[in-house]
């Protein structure tokens, strides 16, 4: 299984990125689909997840500027997020979840930077 991801980038504060995520391989009913971050030192941290049923979740740092979606017969997550902090940059990893494993992103970094 191979997970890429893509979208990360430097942006203002105020801006928006998209990133999005490809999952590859042997790959069956995927459970659930999931971007975390990673801030320098600081430990990974869930973002935002979505179940095979569209339930959504999302930290608190992210909710309402951000949204997260899936497209079930491509394999894919991506996650819009609006209105960007500078707090907001990290490397962000997608993470997704099947027959009881989970397969990692190599992750993309997001800077938000005036």
């Known amino acids: 299984v191979q997970l890429q991801a893509s979208g990360g980038g430097s942006v203002q504060p105020g801006g928006s990125l998209r990133l999005s995520c490809a999952a590859s391989g042997n790959i069956f009913s995927i459970n659930s689909m999931g971007w975390y971050r990673q801030a320098p030192g600081k430990q990974r941290e869930l973002a935002a997840v979505?179940?095979?049923?569209?339930?959504?979740s999302y930290a608190d740092s992210v909710k309402g500027r951000s949204t997260i979606s899936r497209d079930n017969p491509k394999n894919t997550v991506s996650l819009q997020m609006n209105s960007l902090k500078p707090e907001d940059t990290a490397v962000y990893y997608c993470k997704i979840s099947f027959l009881n494993s989970n397969y990692w992103g190599q992750g993309t970094l997001v800077t938000v930077s005036s």
């Open positions: 979505i179940t095979s049923g569209g339930f959504t």
